[in-house]
């Protein structure tokens, strides 16, 4: 069931709100960003992420295929969210950084399932060897 969240940078300048379905589940990539980031994430539809303070605070970050655009706070330089435009993802998405939505209670992250994916070879539909790092 779809909730709203709401999530801020470390300084909170940048605010948004975003509706999630956690029982669809959530995911970590071991690519060389994700997994340096520890990033754990929701993929959510393009019209689900209203950003609700500080977009001109916003900067963005793109590597390799340049697929996804990493947006940061010039601030604190927390990451709340990615996004892009795939059709395998249905078109527009986010990426939200489930540790930045302040109203995320951990009993409602763990129980949420989570999917590992093997970005590090491009092989995006199995889980890597190795997961404890992630």
Partial sequence: MKKTYHGSCHCQAVRFECSID???GTSK?????CGKLR????????????ILAGADNLTQY???SKTITHSFCRTCGVKPFGQGNLEVMGGPFYAVNLSVLDDLS???????PLEYQDGLHDNWGEAPAEIRHL
């Fill in 22 to 24: 956690l029982d669809a």
């Fill in 39 to 50: 990033f754990w994430k929701a993929f959510i539809g393009g019209d689900a992420l209203q």
């Fill in 106 to 112: 951990l009993e409602e992250l763990l129980a949420a």
């Fill in 29 to 33: 990539c071991n690519c060389s960003f």
């Fill in 62 to 64: 793109q590597f390799g």
